[in-house]
């Protein structure tokens, strides 16, 4: 009888083994997609408290709903290929997500414009399902791994503990290791894989013809197929998910621009690199009218270096800093936008605000632009990080930042709020907008000190003239480019590093992006996509999941529940 009991033990400790792999993997996935899914939306929603917080709940909410459902599907004669066929089914509609990814999140945007809520539906239309079919893993292997109740205690904390070890693994994995080297399609492609081939250590010969069929058909859009939420105009030169945001280099006629998860950051006449393509640049030349001796320079936010390399051309005195959190946007920089070395030029890749704390050095001119229209670094928005800029400004120093927003109406509260905390600092501040309506959505310029400058439009203009910010004669001949009201600052709050609502102050321009193509020089452009590769792969890929339902609802579904 020895050898009997030996053989039942065994395989009673095989199940488990396998129980465990696929709740350690069904963990692992759940957290992963999560983390990577916030690559689709932050290009369209920004990387706010709502796009987290919708992918957080939803998760959540799934996996709760999941754990119930799974429970009682448990109850009733429970399979263990049942289970395996549900992580397969999980597993099919992953590898579907960068198929339709981007229609479900355009449709989104559309359906509930300029809304808070915008990125929850997104959330809920592409997790909800395997969020809620992988919470029923955790139940039902319990289940399975239980031969009575006197160790259901010790299965259900050991089986609960590898599926959390799986998240944090999945986690861990994601952040530090996928994002970085691969692009979100690829990722996601790769975790629908891992349920799929995890999934056929319970099933039998046709779902593994199934997965094969589903490998083949990856095979193409491993190269060619993305996830693109917000299309872009022109020829697609470049892309990569850095750790930050997706990266787009883009290209039409005799501009090149640059694309941070879909907003254009930069753009660069190829016939004249050092060419001020985006009008609010030129406004970074008021810091020459203010103070016209500068010689230290400090830019916030890199992007293709625009300023820095116009700056360093016809300012030959001058020493440039450049703080420039993402190390890709530099790289792509000096590889597509013509940055080159230069001795006058230092570079640094880290947060702004941690360089300026452990950096003492002092500039007379500190440009801030890091800045978008759907995400503000709400660190880069306190008082107490004004107070540090202060701290690294020479006493007749200015600062120039760019805003993007309104001055009046319903979409000027994040300005007003800034300007609010600013000038407790810098009292001595200017308006500039870049457009003729103070109620448009734009760049707004914003320069401030703490020295008694006093000029007005007629007397900026006049300095502007025969100088390196001639730049400036044609706007500021306008006196719609200079607010000469008082800004109204009553009933927005005053940013600190405990309270900042910035998300909530930026949420009426998440609906409606404000492009900077909207101005003077206007560029219309085409992307060339893979969009017929795409939706015959999409189109395959839909045929192999019907055929998947089919037979696992006959020959799984059915036949477990009739017995």
Known sequence: MKPAISSVSKIYHDKLLQLRLLTFASGGVIMSLEIVTSRILTPVFGSTIYTWGSL???????????????????????????????????????????FFASEVVSFTAVAL?????????????????????????????????TNSLQNIGNISGSLYSIATVGSIVGTFATVFVLIPSFEANKIIFGLGIVLIVTSLIG?????????????????????????????????????????????????????????????????????????????????????????PTFTDVLFVGGGGFTGPKNFLALYPETKIDVIEIDSDVVDVAKKYFELKDDPRLNVFNADARQHLSSHDKKYDLIILDAYASTYVPYHLLTHEFYQLVEKRLESDGVII??????????????????????????????????????????????????????????????KAKDSPADYLVDELSSENHFYSKVLDTSGVPFLTDQFNPSEVLINPNTGKKYDEFSQGKKITEREEMNSDVNLTLGIALSVISAVWVLYFRKKIWIAATSK
């Open 401 to 462: 930042s760019n805003f993007i927003g309104s001055i009046e109406g319903s979409k000027s509260p994040l300005l007003r709020s800034a300007y609010k905390t600013m000038t407790e600092t810098f009292p001595v501040s200017y308006v500039f907008p870049t457009e003729e309506n103070p109620s448009d959505s734009q760049n707004v310029m914003i320069a401030a000190s703490n020295h008694p400058y006093d000029y007005d439009r007629l007397s900026l203009l006049e």
């Open 203 to 291: 099933l039998k010969i046709p779902p593994k013809l199934i997965a094969v069929a589903v490998l083949l058909i990856l095979v193409v859009p491993w190269s060619t197929a993305s996830i693109n939420t917000i299309p872009h105009n022109g020829t697609l030169i470049y892309q990569k998910d850095t750790l930050f945001s997706h990266l787009d280099v883009i290209e039409y006629g005799d501009n090149r621009s640059l694309y941070l998860d879909g907003m254009r950051h930069s753009s660069m006449n190829l016939n004249d690199p050092l060419d001020l393509i985006i009008d609010y640049t030129e406004y970074f030349h008021l810091g020459m009218l203010f103070n």
């Open 56 to 98: 957080i709940g939803v998760i959540l909410s799934g996996l709760s709903l999941g754990y119930f459902l799974g429970g009682r599907i448990a109850d009733n004669n429970p399979r263990f290929d049942k289970i395996c066929g549900i992580v397969f089914s999980v597993g099919l509609f992953t590898v579907g997500i960068p």
């Open 113 to 145: 414009p300029a809304s808070q809520y915008a990125p929850l539906l997104a959330t809920f239309l592409l997790l909800m399902l395997p969020s809620v079919l992988l919470g029923f893993v955790s139940p039902y292997v319990i289940k399975l791994g």
